[in-house]
C-alpha cells in the first residue's frame, strides 16, 4: 500500500532532528559513490515553471516537483513499488533549515551566534531549526519589511523562541554564522560587513540570475562549499555572478559530502570568511522523505492508498 502524507502529517511527525541525520548520512553515502543525485530539470510555460529533483538514497529513489509554491513528492523503493505521496512544502522547509545547520556544524565546529537574514516562511525555519538542534544559541534576525517583522516576531513568542532584531551590519558584526534566505534578485551582502572568520550559509538564490552576495564576499571566501560542482556553477546566481567578473577561485570549492566525511577539511585559523553555497538537491529531499516515511509507517496513522503505477491486461 502507498501512504499519503499531507501536510498535517509532516507537521506531526517530521522533525529537524529526523531530517538533519538523514541527510547527513545520504551525504556519507555520496561521499562513497552509493547515493546518487541528479540534476535539476525545470519545465516552463506561459510563465510557470515545473521544477523536478530526483536522488536514490538506500532503498530508496524518489523526487520532488514543484510549481508556484505546491510541492509534492513521490517515493519508491528500489523494486518500484510506490511507497509514498507527500504534501512537501513543510518538507522543503525543514529540510533547507535542518541542512543549513548541518554546513554550518561542519563549516564552523563551535559556534554560539547565529544571524538569520530574511523572515519569510524559510527564514522563519531557518530560526526553528538552529533553535532546536543548536540548544542555547543566540539568535539574531534581519528583514527589510517591518510588518514582516513584527508577524516573526509574535510567530516565534508564540513558540517560546527568543529572537534578537537587529539592523543588517549589526547581525553580520555580531554573527558567527550568517544565513541569507531571501528572495533579493541582486547582491546585498558586503565584504564590509563581516568579521574575520565569519561563516555564511547562502541560501536564497538557485537560479543564475539571482545573488544575494556581492562577489567581492565569494572572491574572499578561503572555502566555498557546495552540494554538488555542476549545480552550483550552472544555478548558484551567487557564483554564477562572481565567474563572470572573474571572481571566482574554482579551486577554492569543496563538496560538502567530502566535508562531513573528514576528507577534506576547512583551517578556520587563518580567520578567513567561508562560504555554503546551497541550490537544494533532490538527494537532500529523498533522504528526508525516506525519514518520514518510516516513521510514518511505524506509527500505521496516515492514509493508505491503493497505487501500483501498473496495469495489466486480462
Same mark, same amino acid.
Given at each position: 500500500m502507498t501512504l499519503l502524507i499531507r501536510e498535517a502529517?509532516?507537521?506531526s511527525i517530521l522533525t529537524f532532528s529526523m531530517a538533519y541525520s538523514s541527510m547527513r548520512e545520504a551525504f556519507e553515502l555520496l561521499d562513497k559513490k552509493i547515493a546518487v543525485n541528479s540534476k535539476r530539470i525545470r519545465t516552463s510555460?506561459?510563465?510557470s515553471t515545473l521544477?523536478?529533483?530526483s536522488g536514490g538514497f538506500k532503498d530508496f529513489l524518489g523526487y520532488k516537483t514543484f510549481v508556484n509554491g505546491s510541492f509534492m513528492s513521490v517515493l519508491f523503493s528500489k523494486g518500484g513499488d510506490i511507497l509514498s505521496i507527500i504534501e512537501s512544502d513543510w518538507l522543503t522547509q525543514i529540510r533547507t533549515g535542518s541542512?543549513? *545547520?548541518l554546513a554550518s556544524d561542519y563549516a564552523m565546529g563551535s559556534y554560539g551566534t547565529v544571524g538569520i537574514i530574511g523572515l519569510g516562511k524559510q527564514g522563519l525555519a531557518q530560526v526553528e531549526a538552529f533553535y532546536e538542534?543548536?540548544?542555547g544559541i543566540t539568535i539574531n534576525v534581519f528583514t527589510r519589511s517591518q510588518d514582516r517583522l513584527n508577524s516573526a516576531i509574535n510567530f516565534f513568542q508564540r513558540r517560546g523562541i527568543k529572537v534578537r532584531p537587529v539592523d543588517m551590519k549589526t547581525l553580520c558584526k555580531e554573527s558567527e554564522t550568517i544565513v541569507t534566505i531571501t528572495r533579493a534578485k541582486d547582491p546585498f551582502l558586503k565584504l564590509d560587513?563581516?568579521?574575520k572568520g565569519s561563516h555564511i550559509n547562502a541560501m536564497g538564490s538557485n537560479i543564475p540570475e539571482k545573488s544575494e552576495l556581492y562577489p567581492e564576499v565569494v572572491k574572499n571566501s578561503a572555502a566555498i562549499v *557546495?552540494?554538488?560542482?555542476?549545480?552550483?556553477l550552472e544555478e548558484a546566481g551567487d557564483l554564477v555572478l562572481a565567474k563572470k567578473m572573474g571572481m571566482l577561485d574554482e579551486s577554492k570549492l569543496m563538496v560538502l559530502s567530502s566535508l562531513i566525511t573528514g576528507k577534506i577539511r576547512i583551517r578556520r585559523e587563518e580567520g578567513n570568511v567561508t562560504l555554503f553555497k546551497s541550490v537544494g538537491i533532490g538527494l537532500e529531499d529523498v533522504a528526508v522523505m525516506s525519514a518520514l516515511y518510516e516513521e510514518a509507517k511505524r506509527r500505521g496513522n496516515c492514509l493508505e492508498l491503493e497505487v501500483t503505477g501498473k496495469w495489466h491486461r486480462e
Open positions: 502529517d509532516v507537521n510555460v506561459s510563465g521544477t523536478y529533483q541542512l543549513s *545547520v538542534l543548536k540548544p560587513y563581516l568579521n *557546495v552540494e554538488d560542482f555542476e549545480m552550483a
